[in-house]
């Protein structure tokens, strides 16, 4: 399967911003997919994974309540609605995907196919 994300963009503190990763090649319900973000100078970060048929997410304490994680597999579309954000949310944004069923806290080796990531930047 390949990613492809998009939907980043500068926008004030506080604003919403609508992630979009399309998938080609495969269906995207074999997959696990999961939301990263790499702050500059810092390590890629997991925030939010979805199991395969969307009925159970994971987000981390960091963003729970602000970000959803959803995807429409009849579509092979991955969406991370970020809401209420923040300047430290300023970051590129990936999304991936892997094989298994379960989520929770996800490291970013487990994934096995990566998006090109999509910047976003968030002003005071």
């Known amino acids: 399967v390949q990613l492809q994300a998009c939907g980043g963009g500068l926008v004030q503190a506080g604003s919403s911003l609508r992630l979009s990763c399309a998938a080609s090649?495969?269906?995207?319900?074999?997959?696990?997919v999961g939301w990263f973000l790499q702050a500059p100078g810092k390590e890629r970060e997991f925030i939010a994974a979805?199991?395969?048929?969307?009925?159970?997410?994971y987000s981390t304490p960091s963003v729970a309540g602000r970000f959803t994680i959803a995807r429409d597999n009849a579509k092979n579309i991955i969406s991370l609605q970020m809401n209420s954000l923040k300047l430290e949310d300023t970051a590129v944004y990936y999304c991936?995907?892997?094989?298994?069923?379960?989520?929770?806290?996800?490291?970013?080796?487990?994934?096995?196919?990566w998006g090109q990531g999509t910047q976003v930047t968030v002003s005071s």
């Open positions: 090649g495969q269906t995207l319900s074999n997959y696990v």
């Open positions: 991936a995907a892997r094989e298994g069923f379960r989520v929770g806290l996800e490291r970013a080796t487990e994934y096995s196919t």
């Open positions: 979805i199991n395969r048929n969307g009925g159970r997410s």
